[in-house]
């Protein structure tokens, strides 16, 4: 590709608008334009990259045995309906009417769709088992798009969809994926991890996600390299209590804390560790407000909460009337002792002595709080994220926290959906049998942001050699001036071209500088620079883009080292 015909515009100045550094290089090199929230334009370069994103998931998919077809994006509300999810998916669902006043969504996702499939198109064991997958457009309404094309509302994404007559064949297709992803990643060239993870919306027993791990990451996760231990935090289990409480050594009492309604406004004030307090969240419940107690330096984990009977899914704190009915008081003050709601305690809680709780009454705390002796301490639960520190499940390890972006999900769903749907086949038996299923997505356009993510620095983006949108760049120097150099770099790009690489050839009039920074903040991975003084010697100047030394090669040389 010749750059002056390639239409790029590149630009230094970094966008106000982009807060994380992959998406501030996507606007900068020219990857992306955004059309409005969350929803961009792929240009000519970033296309390059996408596609060959798209190659390597397409030929591990087949690879792997699955067959692509393509599904439609707009999905009809009766078949939403029938699954149950038309009033479960809430507002991340995008709801359009048509002319005879008849409600579709633009998929978010396809279960329903290739469930509606299978049940028209399987009559057998003997078609199973089977593995349909599509690369395509999806919508999410998401509350906050960002971070470009990492949390976007339309995306594009690889999904696949197994089916197996038994539980024993849905293993063996998860564990195939579970191979494939493993394959396309390593390809990919990007630094990855697996985790155990919830199955959220979708539903359905086993699931584990695949994360890129780059420190802007969403998501936080739990491991520990020495048991083999790796999940999601959202779903990263904390043991129960088992040690031995320290005996009360402080008497009960309640102590006057004016205006500390936050947990830092009260350990100042009574200069006391948040370790040694406990928060009481008041959420709403299903059947009225329900109050959740954690130490004072945790974090509520939402997925555990919502978990709980009787809390209220999306997870959502109580308002003021709600908690004035449970607490007798304004919010910020609230604590166990006393309240009119079901109260939940955080298996951390179990191990404190001497504690400081909220009185119930405005700007008033206990202190010297103890179970057994000043409140009952019920069978405690799980309710928190885990920290850095906290044992491994099994109790041998410790867990470290990293930062990661989810490329990839797969999950058994089991049978939520084919009995919904009704999709059955006949088994060897000739008798009617439920279809296991499992499904399997990669973000195809967030592994871009969350390649880019992974591999920058000052001067651009260091692309994987696998995803660049070209391999190498030719920058002449003295172009328009020198024949000699013409007649060199043409006959270069010729050669580089027809040897199959994707070449792109700087012939913009512009100074080597401009170039050379275009070049980096592309990052194109190998670098060519034809100049007459080289030339002379027969040499060109070599470097890869995370060299920060060029070296001197034989003209000659140059086809073998980009393809060795
Ligand atoms: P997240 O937790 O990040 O919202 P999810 O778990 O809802 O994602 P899945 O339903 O598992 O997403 O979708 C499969 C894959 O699609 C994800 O692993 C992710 O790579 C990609 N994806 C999901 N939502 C988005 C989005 N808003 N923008 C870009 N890619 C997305
Ligand atoms: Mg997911």
């Given at each position: 590709m010749r750059y002056s015909k390639f239409g790029l515009t590149t630009q230094k100045e970094v966008p106000a608008e982009a807060e994380i550094v992959s998406h501030q290089l996507m606007l900068r090199a020219g990857l992306i334009r955004r059309l409005t929230s969350g929803i961009f334009t792929w240009m000519p370069v970033g296309l390059r990259v996408l596609r060959k994103v798209e190659a390597i998931v397409r030929e591990e998919m087949d690879r792997a045995g699955a067959l692509e077809l393509l599904m439609p994006a707009v999905q009809p509300a009766e078949l939403w309906e029938e699954s149950g999810r038309w009033d479960q998916y809430g507002n991340l669902l995008l709801r359009l009417r048509d002319r005879h006043e008849r409600d579709y969504c633009f998929g978010p996702t396809h279960e329903e769709v290739i469930t509606d499939v299978a049940r028209k198109e399987l009559r057998s064991y003997k078609q199973l088992p089977l593995n349909w997958y599509q690369i395509q457009t999806k919508f999410r309404d998401e509350i906050r798009p960002r971070f470009g094309v990492m949390r976007s509302r339309e995306f594009i994404m690889k999904d696949a969809y197994s089916f197996d007559i038994d539980a024993e064949g849905l293993e063996a297709s998860y564990q195939a994926m579970h191979a494939a992803y493993t394959a396309i990643f390593k390809r990919l060239g990007l630094t990855f991890r697996v985790v155990d993870a919830d199955s959220g919306e979708i539903g359905g027993s086993r699931s584990q996600e695949f994360h890129v791990l780059a420190e802007s990451g969403e998501d936080a996760i739990a491991y520990c390299d020495a048991d083999g231990y790796a999940s999601n935090v959202e779903s990263a289990a904390t043991l129960p209590f088992t040690g031995e409480r320290a005996a009360p050594a402080r008497d009960f009492e309640k102590v006057a804390t004016p205006g500390a309604r936050s947990i830092e406004q009260l350990c100042k004030m009574l200069s006391v560790a948040p370790e040694q307090t406990l928060k009481t969240l008041i959420v709403a419940g299903t059947d009225g407000p329900v109050a959740l107690v954690l130490r004072g330096d945790h974090e509520l984990n939402t997925v555990k909460a919502q978990k709980l009977p009787g809390v209220a899914t999306p997870l959502t704190m109580a308002d003021a009337a709600d908690v004035i009915a449970a607490t007798g008081c304004e919010p910020g003050f609230a604590g166990p002792i006393g309240i009119k709601v079901p109260v939940f305690f955080d298996h951390?809680?179990?191990?404190?002595?001497?504690f400081v709780v909220g009185a119930n009454e405005v700007d008033q705390h206990f202190v010297g709080v103890n179970f057994g002796r000043d409140l009952e301490l019920p069978a405690t639960v799980d309710l928190r994220n885990v920290v850095a520190g906290d044992p491994t499940p099994n109790g041998k390890g410790t867990l470290s926290i990293a930062r990661g972006i989810e490329v990839g999900h797969i999950f058994q769903l089991g049978t939520k959906y084919s009995e919904a749907l009704g999709a059955r086949v006949l088994n060897q038996d000739g008798k009617e049998q439920v279809l296991e299923m499992g499904c399997y997505g990669i973000g195809i356009t967030r592994i871009v942001g969350a390649a880019i993510e992974q591999n920058n620095d000052e001067n651009g983006i260091i692309w994987p050699d696998a995803l660049a949108p070209f391999q190498v760049v030719i920058v002449p120097i003295n172009l328009q001036r020198s024949a000699i150099v013409r007649e060199a770099s043409e006959q270069l790009y010729n050669e580089l071209s027809s040897a199959g690489l994707d070449v792109l050839f700087d012939d913009r009039d512009a100074r080597p500088g401009v170039k050379f920074a275009d070049a980096e903040l592309l990052g194109i991975p190998h670098r060519l620079v034809v100049s007459e003084r080289g030339l002379a010697n027969g040499e060109l100047e070599y470097r890869q883009r995370r060299d920060t030394e060029s070296r001197n090669i034989k003209r000659e040389e140059a086809l073998n080292l980009l393809q060795g």
């Open positions: 951390a809680t179990a191990a404190l002595s001497d």
